[in-house]
């Protein structure tokens, strides 16, 4: 069963520290996104990539977040200057066109903490 | 705006017994798309099952179906046959059909934590 990847898998910063979160998405899929869930709370669009562009963002997604395929295997999000409120998992997932709709594939998540 | 609410934070059910997860949801948009995931302990979210708005058959996946009551506005997920690896948390979720991302932009309930007895 293919699947998306996520690395780290923790990761502790001072607050105002840059951070990049990286994940490899599945293979022939065209669609890409990122979602977060602060602890206790519910998982939370970001955004979503395709054609290396962005398609739709959320208003979670300030100057403060960009996106990047670098290399055509990886997808990366950057953090610029982390604050405390980003503490949350971040969830990669890529997806495919099934049942006519877009399904999605989540990876494990990458747990971010900052200090 | 689209919202999902599920009212269970935790549910119990003994093995091989079957299990029904509620799940609300209200939108305005006349074409969407509800999804079931699962989160283990490990934490990844595994897709279970879909509905569309114009289906007229609930969907079936296995142990998974979707009991779609469109004039409710709900969309329940019945596990039957429990098993003990059945123990996760379960997310309802629904994206819209709305061009580009088509469904990708999914809204999210606060989840069920499902614990299965032996």
């Known amino acids: 069963e293919p699947e998306v990847t996520q690395t780290p898998s923790h990761q502790v910063t001072q607050m105002g520290q840059e951070v990049i979160l990286r994940c490899v998405p599945i293979?022939?899929?065209?669609?890409f996104y990122w979602y977060r869930q602060i602890l206790g709370q519910k998982v939370e669009f970001l955004v979503s990539f395709y054609n290396n562009e962005i398609s739709e963002k959320s208003e979670i997604f300030d100057d403060q977040f960009s996106v990047e395929r670098p290399d055509g295997s990886n997808f990366t999000l950057k953090i610029r200057s982390t604050k405390l409120e980003d503490s949350a998992m971040y969830f990669c997932?890529?997806?495919?066109?099934?049942?006519?709709?877009?399904?999605?594939?989540f990876g494990a998540g990458s747990r971010l903490t900052v200090l | 705006a689209q919202k999902i609410t599920q009212t269970q934070p935790g549910m119990f059910v003994q093995e091989k017994e079957a299990v029904t997860l509620d799940c609300t949801y209200d939108t305005s948009d006349p074409s969407y798309g509800l999804f079931w995931y699962k989160q283990p302990s490990s934490g990844e979210m595994i897709f279970l099952i879909y509905?569309?708005?114009?289906?007229?058959q609930n969907a079936t996946e296995g142990r998974y179906s979707l009991n779609f009551q469109k004039a409710r506005k709900s969309a329940n997920l019945v596990i039957s046959a429990s098993q003990l690896g059945d123990s996760a948390m379960y997310f309802c979720?629904?994206?819209?059909?709305?061009?580009?991302?088509?469904?990708?932009?999914?809204?999210f309930g606060q989840g069920t934590i499902l614990t299965v007895h032996p």
């Open positions: 997932a890529s997806s495919e066109i099934r049942y006519g709709a877009n399904v999605l594939t």
């Open positions: 509905q569309g708005s114009y289906d007229q």
């Open positions: 979720a629904m994206g819209i059909n709305a061009g580009g991302t088509s469904y990708g932009k999914l809204t």
């Open positions: 293979s022939n899929h065209l669609y």
